[in-house]
C-alpha cells in the first residue's frame, strides 16, 4: 500500500470576501495573488472562516475556480465539504475532486450530536473516503459545531488510506490524538495558539486564520520550531498568541476580516447575520497589531 | 395594526421518508393521507425530525409541495427554512412562502455562535420577517443547535407585526418567554415532554414528535387541558411523557420514525450518519408503546 | 411499613446572618420572631442561601439552635448537613437529629464528580439514611454543585424507608423525577420560579429563597394552586418570578438578603468571597419589588 | 523588594491512606519515607488526591505533621487549604503555615460559582495573601470545581508579592497564564499528560499525580526537558500520557491509590462516597503499568 502524502508547514483557512453580502471574487483574486509568493504550504478554502456555512453551493464552486486557478502550483488546496448528511457531503466532494482541489476538509457533522455516535462518526468518514478519490481530512471545530471527535474515532479513521490528516481546533486533545493515530497521519493545529505545543507534540504544521493576514509571521514560527529554535519560537509564539487572542479569539470571522484589510489584504465584512465590526473594535485590532510588531 | 393570527393545537414536526436514502414522495404523501383524518392542526415540515439539515434544496421543495397537496384544508403549514446566513435563508423562506406555506420556521443558526450576540439574532429575525411575506415562526432548539435565544430577543422579535411565534424546546426557559413576549405572540411546546407544563404557564399549543407516531393522544392531552381535566391530563402527560423518553429522548430521529411504524406510518431509516436502529432498540419501543397502553 | 410523614406547604432557606463577617445570632432570632407568624410550613436551614459551605461547624451548630428555639412548633426544621464524604454527613447529620432537627436536608457530594456515578450517589443516601434517626431529603442543586441526580438514583433512594423527599432545583427534570419516585416519596420545587409548573405535576410545595424576603406572596401562590384558582396562581407566578429573576437570579445570596431587607428582616452583607451588591444592585431590587406591586 | 522563591521540579500531591474509613497515619509515614529518596522536589498534601474535601480538620492537622516530620528537609510542602470561605481558608492557613508548611495551596472556591466574579476571585487571593506568613499557591482544578481562573485573575493576583505561583489543571490554558502572569510567578502543571508542554511554555514543573506511584520516571521527564533532550522527553510523555489516561484518567483518585500499590506505595481506598475499584478496573491498570514499561 502507498503511504500516505506527508502534509506539513502553514495553510491559511482563507476568507470568503463581500462586497454588499454578493461574494467577490475579484477581491478574492487579488488576495490570491499575494498569498501566492507568501511562505503558505497551502490553503483551506470553504472552512470555518471562509463561511463555508453561509454559502450556497453555486458560490462555494466559484470560491474554488478562482482558488485553485490564483494559487501557486506548489501550494495545495484542501476544500471544505462538509455537510450534515453523508449523501450531501460525498456528492459535494466529488464536484470538487473533479475540480482539482487536493485533498476535501470534512467537518464533522453536529445537528444531531446526541446520536453522532462513536460508531456514526467513523461511519461517516470511511464511506466518504470511499466514495471520493482525493484524500480526505478530517476537521474538528468543537467551538463551532459542539461535538469533539473522539480519540477512537480518530484512531480507527486515521488507519484508513483515503484518511490522511485532520485539522483539530480544540483544546487540550492533541496529546489524545497523536497518542493513538496511525504513524502516517497527519494532524494540523488549527489556531496559531496552538501551532507551537502541537508541534513539540508532533504535529506536522498548522491551518491557522492569523495567516490570512499574517502569513510570513506564521511562516517563521513554523520554521524556527523546526530548526531546533525552541526559545526563538517560543517568544514568536507568545507575541502571536497574544494577537490571535485580540483578533480571532475576540471578534471571530470578522476580526480576521480586519486584520486582512490591516495586513493589506481585502477583508470586508462577513455576511449576516454576523455583524461587522465597530470602530472601537477595529482600534482594538489595530493596537494588538501594532503591539505585536508586525 | 392587524392582530397576528392566532396559532394554537397540536401540530406534527414530520419526517422525511427515505427508502435507500431516496426521499420517498409516496411513502410521504401515504403518510400525510393518515394525518389528514386525525385531529391535528397542521404540520412542521422540514424540521429537525424532518432531517432538514440532511437535505438537499430541491428535496426540500418537493416535500414541501406533497405536504401542501395533501393535508387537510383546516391544517397548517410551517416550513422550515433557516440556514446559517440571512442571505439564504430569505431567499429559500421566499420560495416557501410562494409554494404556499402558511408560515416559516426559522431555527436559529448556530454555527457561528460565540458572535451570534442578542444583537445580531434580533437583527437576523427582523430581517427576514421584514423580507418575507408569510408570518415567520422562530425555532429554538438548543439540544441540536447549541444555541439558546435568549428572554431578550423573544422579547424584542415578538414586536414584530410578521414575527408570530416560536417552537421552544429548550428546557426550563418557557416562564422566561412567556413573561416578556408580546400577548399576541404564540409559543408552542417543542416536545410532549413539556406540553402539559408549558400550557399550565399559557403556551398555545406544542409541535410534538411523538404526534408523528401517536397523533391523537397527543392531542387528547391539548383537549383535555383546554377543557380544565387537569387531572386528566396530568395522568395522560406522565403516560406520554414516559412514552417520550423511550422514543425521541433514547433514539432522536430514528427512534421517532420506528414508533411512527409501530403507530401504523411508514418510518424508515433516517439518512446516514445518523444509524438505523439496532432490533433491541425497537423492541425497547414496542415496550414502551405497549406499557403506554396506545 | 409506616407512611412517610408528608410534606407539605413553603419552606424559607433562611440566610445566615452577619455582622463584620461574623455570624449574628441576634439577627437570627429576630428573623425567626418574625417568620414564625407567617404561613411557613417550616425553614430549610444551613443550605445554599445559609451559606453552608462558608461556615465553621461550631457557626452551624449556632445557627440551628436558634432557629429550633424560636420557630413556632407547628414549623418544621430541615438542616443542611451535606459534607463531601459520607462519613462527615453522618457524623454531622446525627449532631443534627440530636438536636432536634425534623429532617437531615443533603446536598450532593459534587467534589470528585466524575466519578460520582448512579451507584455512588446511591450508596451515599442509602448509607446516611442507615444511620441516621431521622428522615433524610435529598437536595439536587446543579447550579452551585455541577452535579445533577439522575432519574435513576432518584428512582432508588426514593424506596428507602427512611429517605422521605427531595428539593430540586434543577431546570426540566421535575417530570423526570416525579415519573420515577415512590408515591409517598416529597419532591419540593427548589425556587420560586418552578413552584406553580412543578405543583401542576404532583410537586408537595417548595423551599424557596423569595420566601426568605416575602413569606406570605409565596405562600399564597401554593394556597392559590391548591384551592384550584389556576388562573390566579399563574398571574402570581409570573409577578413572582419576574422578582426572583431580579433577586436571586441576578445577585444569588447578596441579592436575597438586601430583598429581606426591603421585606423587613435583617439581611447584611454575604460572607467574602462573596462581595456585597451595589447601591445600583440595590436599587434594582427595590425597584423590582415596588413593580411586583408586594 | 525582594524576588520571590524559585519554584521548580516535580511535586507529588500525595493521597490520604485510609484503613477502612480511617486516617492511616502509619501508612502515610511509609509511603513518605520511600518518597524521601525519590527525585521529589516536595508535596502537596490535602490537595484534591489528598482528598481534602473529605477531611475533617483534625484529621487534615494530623496529616500535615507526618508529612512534615518525615520528607526529606530539601523537599518542600505545599499544604492545601481552600475552603468555600475567605474567613474559613484563612483560619486553616495560619495553622498550617504556623506548622511549618512552605506554601500553602488554594483551591478556588466553588459552591457560589455564578457570583465568582473575577473581582470576588481577586479579592479572595488577596485577602488571604495579605493575612497568612507563607506564599500562597492558587489552584486550578475546573475538574473539580466547575471554576475556571480567568487570565485576569491570574494577571492580578500574580503580582501580589506573597502570591507565588499556581497550580493549574484546566485544559488549554497555559499560554493564556504564562502570558499575562508576572515573571516571578511559577506555574506548575497540574497532571502528567500537560507536563510536557507546559514545560515547552515556560512551565516550572508540575505537580502532578502519577508521581504518587512512579515518581521517578516523572521526575525523568522534567530532566529530560530541561536538559535539552526533546525527542526523548517527547517520547516519555507519550508513554506517561498514556498510563495516565488508565489511572488518574479513568479512576481518579482511586485509580491512582491502586497504581500507588502496583509502584510499591500503600493504597487503599478512598473515603466513601467514591467506590473502590472492581478486580477488572485493577487489571486495566496493571496491563497499563506494564505497556508502559515502567
Known amino acids: 500500500m502507498e503511504m500516505k502524502k506527508k502534509l506539513s508547514g502553514i495553510f491559511a483557512p482563507i476568507t470568503t470576501p463581500f462586497v454588499n453580502e454578493d461574494v467577490s471574487l475579484e477581491h478574492l483574486k487579488a488576495n490570491m495573488l499575494k498569498y501566492r509568493n507568501t511562505g503558505l504550504a497551502g490553503f483551506f478554502a470553504l472552512g470555518s472562516n471562509g463561511e463555508n456555512k453561509s454559502l450556497a453551493e453555486d458560490e462555494k464552486l466559484k470560491v474554488l475556480e478562482v482558488v485553485l486557478h490564483e494559487k501557486a502550483e506548489r501550494q495545495l488546496l484542501m476544500a471544505g465539504t462538509g455537510y450534515e448528511s453523508t449523501r450531501q457531503t460525498i456528492a459535494f466532494s466529488k464536484k470538487v475532486a473533479e ?18 455516535t462513536d460508531e456514526a462518526m467513523t461511519g461517516y468518514y470511511i464511506d466518504i473516503a470511499d466514495a471520493v478519490s482525493v484524500p480526505v481530512l478530517a476537521y ?26 485532520m485539522k483539530d481546533t480544540s483544546a487540550g486533545n492533541m496529546s489524545s490524538y497523536l497518542d493513538v493515530c496511525s504513524d502516517d497521519f497527519d494532524i494540523l493545529a488549527g489556531t496559531i495558539s496552538t501551532l507551537f505545543t502541537a508541534m513539540s507534540l508532533g504535529a506536522s504544521g498548522g491551518v491557522v486564520s492569523l495567516a490570512n493576514a499574517f502569513p510570513n509571521p506564521c511562516c517563521e514560527l513554523y520554521e524556527k ?15 502571536l498568541f497574544r494577537l490571535n487572542r485580540s483578533v480571532s479569539g475576540s471578534f ?3 476580526g480576521v476580516k480586519y486584520a486582512m484589510e490591516v495586513g493589506g489584504y481585502y477583508g470586508g465584512d462577513p455576511r449576516l447575520p454576523l455583524l461587522p465590526l465597530s470602530d472601537d473594535n477595529k482600534k482594538d485590532i489595530c493596537n494588538a497589531v501594532a503591539k505585536a510588531g508586525l
Chains 1, 2, 3, 4 share one sequence.
Open 225 to 239: 520550531f523546526n530548526s531546533g529554535d525552541l526559545v526563538g519560537a517560543r517568544q514568536l509564539h507568545f507575541r
Open 99 to 116: 475540480m482539482g482541489a487536493d485533498f476535501v476538509s470534512v467537518v464533522t457533522p453536529s445537528y444531531f450530536k446526541k446520536r453522532l
Open 140 to 165: 474538528n471545530a468543537p467551538g463551532f459545531t459542539g461535538m469533539t471527535l473522539s480519540a477512537k474515532v480518530v484512531e480507527k479513521i486515521s488507519q484508513h488510506p483515503n484518511i490522511v490528516g
Open 252 to 254: 471571530g470571522v470578522a
